[in-house]
Nanobody
Framework: QVQLVESGGGLVQAGGSLRLSCAAS????????MGWYRQAPGKQRELVAV?????STNYADSLKGRFTISRDKNTVYLQMNSLKPEDTAVYYC?????????WGQGTQVTVSS
């Protein structure tokens, strides 16, 4: 099993910034992909950004330029700038290892207008 612990969510005004962190621990062998997804009330969970073990990244088109994903060993970060009220959601960390997806418990990000 892989455990994921997220931190960094909170309340911020529109235009502000937040940095999310997610540390993976447990039975870690070779994590292929780490990433972030989000789910707003009444909506489906959607991709925010992912990063591979080789450092390749992929972002949701609508978030390019505002969000930056990075990784340091088994910790993944999400720097979120110029936040908008529509970025309000629960943000989930995701790890893909050996064919299995692991999810964090989620961290709430609320952007006030």
């Amino acid at each position: 099993q892989v455990q994921l612990v997220e931190s960094g969510g909170g309340l911020v005004q529109a235009g502000g910034s937040l940095r999310l962190s997610c540390a993976a621990s447990g039975n870690i062998f070779s994590i292929n992909v780490m990433g972030w997804y989000r789910q707003a009330p009444g909506k489906q969970r959607e991709l925010v950004a992912v990063i591979t073990s080789g450092g390749s990244t992929n972002y949701a088109d609508s978030l390019k330029g505002r969000f930056t994903i990075s990784r340091d060993k088994n910790t993944v970060y999400l720097q979120m700038n110029s936040l908008k009220p529509e970025d309000t959601a629960v943000y989930y960390c995701n790890v893909f290892q050996r064919g299995t997806n692991y999810w964090g418990q989620g961290t709430q990000v609320t952007v006030s207008s």
